[in-house]
């Protein structure tokens, strides 16, 4: 690779923190795309990744803008999360609509509208980004402790129960959704002020989620997107990186990556087979993704490539899409999604994190103080 090459990559990883930091509000709360109306919200899942991103780039007071908003948010539902868990512990069965969102305003309110709202993950996966920033910067994040021990015990008590899965699209009791926990979890168990027993329950949840992912989270040799469900899903990458549930050497790993790299990928990478949204088109932060894995696995040259890949589709402006109009697996579909949205959101900021992820992994010279 030149030295232009090196230049241009690190410029749009520059560029990418500070598309994050321009669409950060006042809260703290992560704006998922400015441009595009049904995710000028922020997502629990969404902002954790980004938080993680811009926290392994060295901007910390951004990171910690995000976590201290995710606290708010939950302390705000303190009594209903706690009663919920009552319930739950009480034998009651609790509907979808009655679980908190993870979709809120950038004040932290419930967002209006039909949505798929119940999403266990991203009450995992802010855990598991707190967790790793403050291993990362070595900071104090026990005025948090409360807010996480609310997170680790709604986790705990609903980590069995199906909800809706990354992509808002089908309930079920999902293999990435069960790693967001357990990552999630185990981060809580480790940060100072949470209490002993939920330090405990939070390890024993951890340990139940994964064991829960080798029994019927795998058919074939390889991990699939559900439970006793043998489809195939890119997002379940991230149970390897950046969850680091199973090692990127774990037989279940490399035969999921090997079916991925024959179904799914091919430089873009589609989410899944039956994707029509907008197409079915290459999203860019799945396509980082699996760089990052193939960075953990030592696979330098591949994820390389995915790295050049993702910067190629960048827009004039330096800004990431969600996905590409390449590869269309539902091309007939595509323009209904345009006539009823727009074109597909961008900058998507999720996409974003993930390729500034991956450049730093490979040592991309962003700024001083960036780190893996």
Same mark, same amino acid.
């Given at each position: 690779?030149?030295p232009v090459d090196r230049d241009r990559l690190a410029a749009l990883a520059a560029g990418s923190v500070e598309t994050i930091l321009a669409n950060q509000a006042p809260s703290g709360a992560y704006l998922a795309c400015p441009s595009f109306e049904?995710?000028?919200?922020?997502?629990?899942?969404?902002?954790?990744?980004?938080?993680?991103?811009?926290?392994?780039?060295?901007?910390?007071?951004?990171?910690?803008?995000?976590?201290?908003?995710?606290?708010?948010?939950?302390?705000?539902?303190?009594?209903?999360?706690?009663?919920?868990?009552?319930?739950?512990?009480?034998?009651?069965?609790?509907?979808?609509?009655?679980?908190?969102?993870?979709?809120?305003?950038?004040?932290?309110?419930?967002?209006?509208?039909?949505?798929?709202?119940?999403?266990?993950?991203?009450?995992?996966?802010?855990?598991?980004?707190?967790? %790793?920033? +403050? !291993? #990362? *910067?070595?900071?104090?994040?026990?005025?948090? @402790?409360?807010?996480?021990?609310?997170? /680790?015990?709604?986790?705990?008590?609903?980590?069995?129960?199906?909800?809706?899965?990354?992509?808002? %699209?089908? +309930? !079920? #009791? *999902?293999?990435?959704?069960?790693?967001?926990? @357990?990552?999630?979890?185990?981060?809580? /168990?480790?940060i100072d002020g949470v209490a002993p027993d939920v330090r405990e329950s939070s390890l024993a949840g951890a340990q139940s989620a994964i064991v829960a992912i080798r029994r019927d989270g795998a058919r074939g040799g390889r991990l699939n997107a /559900?439970?006793?469900?043998?489809?195939?899903?890119?997002?379940?990458?991230?149970?390897?990186?950046?969850?680091?549930?199973?090692?990127?050497?774990?037989?279940?790993?490399?035969?999921?990556?090997?079916?991925?790299?024959?179904?799914?990928?091919?430089?873009?990478?589609?989410?899944?087979?039956?994707?029509?949204?907008?197409?079915?088109?290459?999203?860019?932060?799945?396509?980082?993704?699996?760089?990052?894995?193939?960075?953990?696995?030592?696979?330098?040259?591949?994820?390389?490539?995915?790295?050049?890949?993702?910067?190629?589709?960048?827009?004039?402006?330096?800004?990431?899409?969600?996905?590409?109009?390449?590869?269309?697996?539902?091309?007939?579909?595509?323009?209904?999604?345009?006539?009823?949205?727009?074109?597909?959101?961008?900058?998507?900021?999720?996409?974003?994190?993930?390729?500034?992820?991956?450049?730093?992994?490979?040592?991309?010279?962003i700024r001083e103080g960036a780190e893996v």
């Amino acid at each position: 690779m030149t030295p232009v090459d090196r230049d241009r990559l690190a410029a749009l990883a520059a560029g990418s923190v500070e598309t994050i930091l321009a669409n950060q509000a006042p809260s703290g709360a992560y704006l998922a795309c400015p441009s595009f109306e049904p995710y000028r919200f922020c997502w629990l899942r969404d902002g954790s990744f980004i938080a993680d991103a811009v926290s392994r780039a060295g901007e910390v007071a951004s990171a910690e803008a995000f976590f201290d908003w995710c606290a708010r948010v939950l302390r705000v539902r303190r009594t209903m999360v706690e009663e919920l868990v009552e319930r739950r512990r009480g034998g009651d069965s609790v509907r979808s609509s009655e679980h908190p969102h993870s979709r809120f305003t950038l004040e932290g309110n419930d967002s209006a509208g039909e949505w798929s709202n119940h999403q266990l993950d991203g009450y995992g996966s802010w855990m598991w980004a707190l967790g %790793e920033h +403050a !291993g #990362r *910067h070595g900071h104090d994040v026990s005025p948090l @402790a409360d807010a996480v021990e609310l997170s /680790a015990r709604y986790v705990v008590a609903f980590v069995d129960d199906p909800c809706f899965d990354w992509w808002e %699209e089908r +309930a !079920g #009791r *999902h293999t990435v959704t069960l790693a967001a926990a @357990a990552a999630g979890l185990r981060a809580a /168990a480790g940060i100072d002020g949470v209490a002993p027993d939920v330090r405990e329950s939070s390890l024993a949840g951890a340990q139940s989620a994964i064991v829960a992912i080798r029994r019927d989270g795998a058919r074939g040799g390889r991990l699939n997107a /559900a439970l006793g469900d043998d489809r195939l899903d890119a997002s379940l990458v991230a149970c390897a990186v950046p969850f680091e549930i199973f090692a990127p050497d774990d037989p279940l790993v490399l035969a999921t990556v090997d079916a991925l790299e024959g179904e799914l990928a091919h430089g873009g990478v589609h989410r899944h087979a039956e994707d029509t949204y907008y197409g079915g088109g290459e999203w860019l932060l799945l396509a980082a993704l699996l760089g990052w894995y193939y960075a953990a696995a030592g696979r330098k040259e591949d994820a390389w490539a995915q790295l050049t890949w993702v910067a190629d589709r960048a827009e004039p402006s330096g800004d990431l899409p969600e996905q590409t109009g390449e590869h269309l697996l539902a091309p007939a579909v595509r323009e209904e999604w345009v006539h009823r949205w727009g074109p597909p959101a961008s900058p998507l900021l999720w996409s974003h994190a993930f390729y500034l992820a991956l450049a730093i992994r490979l040592g991309v010279q962003i700024r001083e103080g960036a780190e893996v």
